[in-house]
């Protein structure tokens, strides 16, 4: 089998506005990305995920859409963006947007159209005379929202919505809403774009009686836009967001489940939620056993699938789809203090989750490269960026890139941030910043460099068979990863006690060290990949 580049991708996810700032107005933008290409060729990413880049008036920093046809003037114009894709493609970088599909802000003109009963855009929304309807969905944004209907004054009736009241749900029961969102891909693959992390996915369609999620008519509806992807621009990606139950979470890549023979018809991909939160559980309690468990019940998947694997993102750390008991033992774990934590998450950054143990972060990195999937970075964990939990929602963990230790951390020569960059003692960008950790062959920079360079030269790692191997020993992790003559065994030692395990003859890739077979000493919290 071919495998799609894609499949063996590694990507960079960006949040646009805190990443870097060419203009010096203190916000992040197009021509500072453009200007920091360098540093991610460096760093070995092959494809970027861009946080939304449309105008918004930014309730829910930029996932509240006013127009799908444009550029937030704070970040750029549409030029801009076409001189990003243009100037990353001539690095061998890929771009993917994000596309918000299941709502838009209520300042978009088509919600003022539609509370003024203006056709065409008169049923663009989900209206009704009240608000009782679809009573058994549940609310996303517990700690901000008692309903998911919002009454609208102009047009004396409730709308509905998924998340933020000022994010109204478009009504996908209307088929030019279908093709209007059809058309917005269309606009941006036209300027060269190579996919789209697709968000909220499983809210399009509501029905009385159900949940309102993963509906059979959203699937139907997501393949269309895939039938129209593999039509018009099959080079082009396409990624879920779909926090949801693993046999939920699965049928978004389409085709039957069980059966990778038959190939996948709706998503390229889909962001593993359902592993994520298990490997920080399996690490809190040093056992193995939520992570084999998950792999066991997320695979198979179509062969012309792939997952995307990731650590941590723009958001909380989700942990609506763990049970009750799960999600307490993880808040008690990773989120002592009740302001880490945020409706059913934890709003923290990867290395203050890991109380900063440069060994934990490694293994957690290391878990991300080998397991199958390809892997996304969420900006700044590459050097072990901190949060600032003082932040209002999740701002916390979307703050300035720290490039160097020169004022507003290297990123931007505004006077005033309109986000604080992180300044404490630990984390801060006078410690912790891009240009100290170039200049140091030590740094978890160079480590995650490393990492990057040997996943691309062993495509193995991100899309090989998986093999799991069981140990006596509860706290290691083994697993071989094939593909072709190729075969890699995968050591994690999930806990603080030392262990020793008999291995084949191998090569030690992440150490470049021949090693004969015999028994290994994994010291706590190690990681190896062996080639053997
Ligand atoms: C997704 C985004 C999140 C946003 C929500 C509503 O979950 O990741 O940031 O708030 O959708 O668009
Ligand atoms: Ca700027």
Redesign the pocket.
């Known amino acids: 089998m071919t495998t799609s580049w894609w499949q063996t991708a590694v990507f960079y996810q960006l949040y646009l506005r805190s990443f870097s700032d060419a203009n010096g107005d203190g916000i992040g933008d197009l021509p500072g990305i453009i200007a920091r290409l360098d540093y991610l060729q460096d760093l070995g990413i092959t494809a970027l995920w861009l946080s939304p880049h449309y105008p918004s008036p930014r309730v829910?920093?930029g996932?509240d859409v006013s127009d799908f046809y444009d550029v937030h003037p704070e970040y750029g114009d549409v030029e801009d963006f076409k001189a990003l894709i243009a100037a990353a493609h001539a690095r061998n970088i890929r771009v993917l947007a994000d596309l918000?599909p299941?709502?838009t802000s209520d300042q978009h003109p088509w919600f003022q159209a539609s509370r003024l009963r203006q056709a065409p855009y008169d049923d663009f929304y989900v209206w009704s005379d009240d608000d009782q309807r679809y009573k058994d969905a549940r609310i996303i944004f517990l700690d901000t929202e008692t309903s998911n209907w919002a009454w609208d004054e102009v047009r004396g009736q409730y709308y509905w919505h998924r998340?933020y009241r000022q994010?109204p749900d478009l009504n996908y029961d209307n088929p030019q809403v279908q093709e209007a969102m059809l058309d917005v891909m269309r606009f941006w693959l036209d300027l060269g774009l190579d996919g789209f992390r697709v968000?909220?996915v499983p809210y399009l369609f509501e029905r009385e009686g159900t949940n309102c999620e993963n509906l059979p008519e959203t699937h139907a509806f997501l393949k269309r836009m895939r039938a129209m992807m593999q039509a018009e621009y099959p080079h082009a990606v396409m990624m879920s967001?779909a926090?949801q139950p693993p046999q939920e979470t699965m049928r978004y890549f389409g085709g039957q489940p069980g059966r990778p023979d038959i190939p996948g018809d709706e998503f390229h991909m889909c962001l593993h939620f359902p592993l994520m939160p298990r490997l920080f559980m399996a690490l809190a309690r040093a056992d193995r056993t939520p992570i084999v468990d998950i792999l066991h019940a997320t695979s198979p998947i179509p062969a012309n699938c792939q997952w995307a694997t990731f650590l941590r993102?723009?958001?909380e750390l989700t942990l609506e789809m763990v049970t009750p008991e799960e999600r307490q033992c993880l808040w008690d774990w990773y989120a002592p203090e009740p302001r880490m934590r945020l409706n059913l998450g934890i709003r923290r950054r990867l290395a203050p989750l890991l109380g900063n143990d440069r060994r934990k972060i490694e293994l957690m990195f290391s878990l991300l490269f080998s397991l199958p999937g390809a892997p996304v970075i969420y900006y700044g964990d590459e050097i072990g960026m901190g949060d600032n939990i003082e932040l209002p929602d999740?701002n916390g963990v979307r703050t300035p890139m720290q490039w160097n230790d020169s004022a507003n951390a290297g990123f931007s020569t505004a006077f005033d941030l309109p986000t604080p960059v992180i300044d404490d003692p630990v984390y801060g960008y006078h410690r912790v910043n891009v240009a100290a950790q170039l200049a140091d062959a030590s740094s978890l920079l160079h480590r995650i460099r490393r990492f990057i360079r040997i996943a691309r030269e062993h495509p193995a790692l991100a899309a090989g068979e998986l093999t799991l191997l069981d140990t006596p020993h509860p706290a290691l992790l083994a697993f071989y990863r094939t593909m072709g003559e190729e075969r890699i065994l995968c050591l994690h030692n999930l806990g603080d006690e030392p262990l020793r395990f008999s291995v084949p003859a191998a090569t030690d890739l992440l150490a470049d060290q021949h090693l004969p077979a015999g028994e290994r000493h994994l010291s706590p919290y190690a990681y190896h990949w062996l080639k053997c």
């Open positions: 829910d920093d996932y918000i299941n709502h998340f994010q968000d909220a967001e926090n993102n723009h958001d999740r």
